[in-house]
């Protein structure tokens, strides 16, 4: 068969504009970009950042805290997943902060992407202020789900200090551990299609054991329920650079995960927490799913948490570590 080479190249130059013109979206920089950047700066309801953007913040403040905890939230969610936890630590001398990340909760542009590079340079510049509002406080930063992968990819490229780092089921499921043709399918329609959404629901796959905490989200306006293509290959590349990068953070680690996680699957995890050895501790519990800070047993979690802050070398209540131990055996225990 004869082949029109003319008509094929044409084609192919008119599918490759189409693709262009449908690329990702991200988000662009705030009012400041042309303005001239700010010192950012927290007030009382927001994080307002370099670029003048004001980000949604929640923050549980101890009367007299001996720590402070940054904590990073999940895809869609915001910084009330840690009302609760936040809390329960404020009564035991630990203050939390935790802002809605770009396109998220409360803060502009819900819904789109912002692009790894402002993702972990607003959190770089919220510990720097954290650090500078409290002097002499010791900071650790907790992060869930893609919030850990906010803290991996951060912390790795040197952008800030901490005296410690916990990781609830870190988001490490990137292109690296994605299977052919999940990759490509999610390629292709961030790159034709972004506009398009997707939901959970019909991956019949629970978060967690808490029916309260289930229906209560799915009440909250400021959560996001119909997720963009283009925002879902956003946050995979960024798991995916928190997979490349996890054994770079050098921070004391606590890792937290639940054999019952149905969102991030068990390899990547393990990947991650064999590369990281020996400057990682694991908790693994037997009971927990996704969202182990809002689980039924969310507790034992917290518990063991704030004792890791008070001394990230102590052995933590819970029999978390053990099983962890069991599951992840490092050859040279470190911290």
């Not at 001239?36 to 101890?62: H, K, Q, Y």
């Not at 629970?206 to 925002?231: G, H, K, Q």
């Not at 990682?280 to 948490?305: C, F, K, P, Q």
Request: charged share 20%.
């Amino acid at each position: 068969m004869k082949v029109n080479r003319a008509g094929f190249t044409l084609t192919l130059f008119i599918c490759l504009l189409a693709v262009a013109a449908c690329a990702p979206r991200l988000q662009g920089l705030g009012p400041a970009a042309t303005t001239g950047f700010i010192e950012p700066r927290i007030e009382m309801d927001a994080f307002v950042t370099r670029d003048n953007l004001r980000l949604g913040l929640s923050r549980w403040e101890a009367e007299d805290p001996h720590a402070i905890l940054i904590a990073a939230h999940g895809m869609n969610d915001y910084g009330n997943a840690f009302v609760a936890s936040g809390a329960w630590w404020a009564e035991r001398g630990i203050s939390t902060y935790a802002y809605d990340q770009r396109g998220h909760g409360r803060s502009p542009q819900r819904g789109i992407w912002p692009g790894n590079d402002l993702v972990t340079q607003d959190f770089a510049d919220f510990i720097e202020v954290v650090r500078r509002d409290h002097p002499g406080l010791p900071v650790f930063v907790l992060g869930h789900s893609m919030g850990g992968a906010v803290v991996i990819t951060t912390l790795a490229e040197g952008r800030a200090q901490v005296e410690g780092v916990i990781l609830v089921a870190p988001a490490v499921w990137g292109w690296s551990t994605i299977p052919f043709p999940l990759d490509f399918a999610l390629w292709l329609t961030a790159h034709t299609v972004p506009m398009l959404t997707v939901t959970g629901e019909s991956l019949n796959r629970w978060p967690t054991d808490n029916i309260d905490v289930l229906r209560a989200m799915a009440s909250d306006t400021n959560m996001i329920f119909e997720t963009r293509f283009d925002a879902l290959y956003g946050v995979v590349s960024l798991m995916d650079q928190a997979y490349i990068d996890a054994d770079k953070v050098s921070p004391p680690v606590l890792l937290l995960y639940g054999e019952q996680d149905q969102i991030i699957p068990p390899k990547p995890v393990s990947d991650v927490i064999e590369r990281m050895c020996p400057d990682r501790r694991v908790a693994i519990y037997a009971d927990g799913y996704h969202l182990l800070l809002r689980d039924l047993e969310a507790e034992i979690v917290r518990n063991d948490i704030a004792v890791f802050i008070d001394d990230p070398a102590a052995p933590l209540p819970s029999a978390a570590e053990g099983r962890g131990r069991e599951l992840h055996p490092c050859p040279n225990p470190g911290r």
